[in-house]
């Protein structure tokens, strides 16, 4: 295997994997803290279905917010560079993130404490709504010819890293703190942590210069004046394709997390430690699945990847489900693993497949806004719907929820085949 490629722009694929990674660690113990302890301290006091459900929707308001920040971020990404557009989108994100460590909670200050909590959370989906996008070109735009799905298989890494450290957090504070002392402080704990890890994002996205693409396109030709305005009246299509695209990989994702986790220590009644350490097990297949997606796709295409891993979607929806419920720790975990395995497919070529859809001078804005609008389908909604389908039909109707995001993923690739092969 030929490495060279890697050490020539080690620093470039840093970049792009350590901001990532940081960026989701803080998305991520949100969604964790919103799955274990948010619903009991920011909201009053009713049933525990609906505190969980009042949780999950702050989870959501980031998601609304993501193609808000998709579409700032992806302006001045496309007009100044994409360096300093990700410098900023890193330090909103982390902001944000750190004070909600300092949030008061409903006992204290009544519905000042959830006002407080959803606009933080904006915030984190803000800063999230220019990270990806920006990230991905990063990698891209500085891949050697042949090598684009490999590179930009380095930003969708992060998504694993991210969520490995946030959850294993959680697990060691879980087996060290009671009860009653995590859900007084110790959730604050992962929040405060991720200053250090924004610093380190930092320090390393300031040492990278500009992408070649866009250092040549700034030369070449007047850049766009208003990339979102460019963006629709030339490429609404292939804006709808790639949102429509993304929905199998958030859904994925946050069936097989948050809403397992919610959903598995509430109702299925097991134990939290135990499920969030299979839950880290799980995750590692979905790493193996982006680099595997990432090789696949530069000996055939992207194109082809992402097919085969919609219909691998429709497939592990009739099987979620049943494994999340039987009881087994073994099924559980096959289950848990094998849809992450899947979403590796669906998510690790979408770097180099989702910026090659726009040219260089609406890249940023076009990659960000169709990511994250795809987010809202197959994120937002995913644990909302996904709570309300297993309360009237048992966890196994989940699953079709999860069924269906592979088909409208399907679809969006669909509608961009013929430009898809033109391109290969």
């Given amino acids: 295997m030929d490495l060279a490629p890697y050490r020539a722009h080690r620093r470039i694929l840093t970049a792009s994997l350590v901001g990532t990674a940081v960026e989701f660690y803080d998305f991520y113990i949100y969604g964790t803290a919103a799955a274990l302890v948010f619903g009991p301290l920011f909201f009053p006091e009713s049933s525990a279905s609906a505190q969980l459900m009042y949780s ?45 460590a300092f949030l008061p909670t409903y006992a204290m ?49 992060g998504a694993p890293v991210g969520f490995i450290a946030a959850n294993g957090l959680f697990l060691l504070l879980g087996l060290g703190l009671s009860e009653s002392d995590f859900a007084a402080w110790g959730w604050r704990i992962p929040f405060l942590l991720s200053a250090v890890l924004v610093g380190l994002g930092l320090w390393v996205r300031l040492k990278i210069g500009e992408t070649p693409d866009f250092a040549a396109a700034r030369e070449k030709e007047a850049l766009a ?29 946050y069936l097989a997390t948050s809403f397992a986790l919610a959903h598995g220590t509430t109702t299925l009644g097991y134990p939290k430690e135990q499920f969030l350490l299979i839950q880290l097990g799980a995750i590692l297949f979905m790493a193996i699945g982006i680099i595997f997606a990432g090789y696949w796709s530069d000996a055939s295409s992207a194109q082809r990847v992402l097919s085969w891993g919609c219909g691998a979607t429709v497939l592990v929806g009739f099987l979620f489900g049943p494994a999340l419920a039987s009881g087994s720790w073994l099924v559980i975990f096959l289950g848990l693993a094998t849809a992450l395995f899947v979403m590796g497919l669906v998510y690790g070529p979408l770097g180099s497949w989702l910026t090659g859809l726009f040219p260089v001078r609406v890249r940023y804005t076009g990659a960000s806004v169709a990511f994250n ?51 290969a």
């Fill in 225 to 253: 004046p208003v990339p979102l305005g460019e963006l629709f009246r030339h490429h609404l299509v292939a804006t709808l394709a790639g949102t429509f695209a993304v929905v199998a990989c958030f859904a994925i994702f």
């Fill in 56 to 100: 999950f929707m702050t989870f959501g308001l980031a998601f609304f917010a993501r193609p808000v920040g998709a579409i700032v971020f992806g302006h001045y990404g496309d007009r100044i560079g994409r360096k300093s557009t990700l410098v900023a989108s890193l330090m909103m994100m982390g902001a944000s993130t750190l004070l909600i």
């Fill in 373 to 423: 609008a795809g987010g809202i389908l197959g994120g937002a909604m995913a644990p909302i719907v996904a709570q309300a389908l297993a309360e009237r039909g048992g966890t196994e109707m989940v699953g079709f929820y999860l069924a269906l995001a592979g088909i409208v993923s399907w679809l969006g690739l669909l509608m961009v085949q013929k430009d898809a092969a033109r391109r």
């Fill in 109 to 157: 200050v009544g519905w000042v404490a959830p006002l407080l909590l959803c606009i933080l959370r904006f915030g984190q989906g803000f800063g999230l709504g220019g990270e990806w996008g920006g990230a991905a070109l990063l990698a891209v735009e500085n891949a050697p010819l042949g090598w684009k799905s490999r590179f930009g298989m380095f930003p969708q890494l």
